[in-house]
């Protein structure tokens, strides 16, 4: 298949299913486990599910080849990754919330709300936050 022949592609799954798995499994133990309601739950574990995403993105998926490049612009890319984490820590809040009043089981609802994540955060990472890469 040629969409897997992208190394590219490839690297984004590998950094995009690390960052998911550790914000999956943080969200369910928060919210589960401890008993933290969703929003406070869903916050904490993207925030650190998008820090190993976008260093692993920066670093590894994305990376420019040219140092000037890369120490330029880390201000920017923070801070359009930044507004990016507040984005989807609404939207996923919206959906979680919405399938649960529908009964689905949050964990269900915060898979749901990922997957639209992972394609627009590509096209938004490729585009415009790593866009010199």
């Known amino acids: 298949m040629k969409f897997f022949q992208n190394k590219k592609i490839i690297k984004y799954l590998l950094v995009g299913f690390t960052a998911f798995f550790v914000d999956y499994f943080l969200f369910i133990f928060l919210n589960k486990f401890i008993g933290l309601p969703i929003f406070f739950s869903n916050s904490t ?13 920066r ?7 040219d140092d000037n490049i ?8 923070l801070l359009l990754y930044v507004i990016l984490l507040t984005i989807n820590t609404l939207l996923t809040y919206v959906i979680i919330t919405g399938l649960e009043s529908l ?3 949050v964990a269900i609802g915060k ?3 990922m997957a639209f994540i992972v394609v627009w955060n590509y096209i938004l990472y490729k585009k415009i936050i790593f866009k010199y890469s």
């Open 70 to 77: 890369m120490k330029h612009s880390l201000k920017k890319q």
């Open 111 to 113: 898979v749901v709300s």
């Open 103 to 105: 009964g689905v089981d």
């Open 45 to 57: 574990a993207l925030i650190i599910g998008f820090l190993i995403s976008f260093f692993g993105n």
């Open 59 to 65: 670093m590894f998926v994305f990376a420019a080849s």
